[in-house]
Nanobody
Framework: QVQPVESGGGSVQAGGSLRLSCVAS????????MGWYRQGPGKERELVAS???????NYADSVKGRFAISRDNAKNTVYLQMNSLKPEDTAVYYC?????????????WGHGTQVTVSS
């Protein structure tokens, strides 16, 4: 099983920026469509951004225009650049393959990285 390791979270004021990173070893990372998910207090985990292995991207409406997902297959890393942060972006952020990926079965969930946005 692949164990992603997320990092880069922190506490920022509204309007600030953070860049999250996720490293995952193994060949599956290079061919899987990857996603960033988040789980806010008392909420279900949701997919906020995804990137295919051809670098096509998709975003949830709530983050469109503010977040940008990218990947560096040479470093086995996927990034999430988060700008214009809002208090409602407060959550633990995780990376994992996109829900429709055939490779999701080979990945565990990591510990995530906490993002806290204050008003």
């Amino acid at each position: 099983q692949v164990q992603p390791v997320e990092s880069g979270g922190g506490s920022v004021q509204a309007g600030g920026s953070l860049r999250l990173s996720c490293v995952a070893s193994g060949a599956f990372f290079k061919i899987a469509a990857m996603g960033w998910y988040r789980q806010g207090p008392g909420k279900e985990r949701e997919l906020v951004a995804s990137i295919g292995n051809s670098n096509s991207t998709n975003y949830a409406d709530s983050v469109k225009g503010r977040f940008a997902i990218s990947r560096d297959n040479a470093k086995n890393t996927v990034y999430l650049q988060m700008n214009s942060l809002k208090p409602e972006d407060t959550a633990v952020y995780y990376c994992n393959p996109r829900p429709d990926s055939a490779y999701r079965q080979y990945f565990n969930w990591g510990h995530g990285t906490q993002v806290t946005v204050s008003s």
